[in-house]
């Protein structure tokens, strides 16, 4: 069974960084595909970040390149999400996601999902 569990979220002041967590299991980690989705309150889910196991291609969406950065730790079958320069749009609940295809942003791509971890940026 493939499981995904969603860490780090927090109450953070606007500059300030943040890391989450994906710790993966039930699935070979290096064939998956992980990406992070983000919904704010009253907009739609939007991908924010993705990265390709197999190659370690990493994929960012235009409203977070430069200031966060995903990266893959295959010993501890986790993905993380490294988020600096917060500012008050990037308050949403954060979601992982895994796919066995290539990285998407249509969320419709993925199969598994994790809860969700809410990030909060206080200006």
């Known amino acids: 069974e493939v499981q995904l569990q969603a860490s780090g979220g927090g109450l953070v002041q606007a500059g300030e960084s943040l890391r989450l967590s994906c710790a993966a299991s039930?699935?070979?980690?290096?064939?998956?595909?992980v990406a992070w989705f983000r919904q704010a309150p009253g907009k739609e889910r939007e991908g924010v970040s993705c990265i390709s196991n197999s190659d370690g291609s990493t994929y960012y969406a235009d409203s977070v390149k430069g200031r966060f950065l995903i990266s893959s730790d295959d010993a501890k079958n986790t993905v993380y999400l490294q988020m600096s320069s917060l500012n008050s749009e990037d308050t949403a609940v954060y979601y992982c996601?895994?796919?066995?295809?290539?990285?998407?942003?249509?969320?419709?791509?993925?199969?598994?999902w994790g809860q969700g971890t809410q990030v909060t940026v206080s200006s």
């Open positions: 039930g699935f070979t980690f290096d064939d998956y595909a």
């Open positions: 996601a895994a796919t066995i295809y290539w990285c998407s942003w249509s969320e419709h791509h993925y199969n598994d």
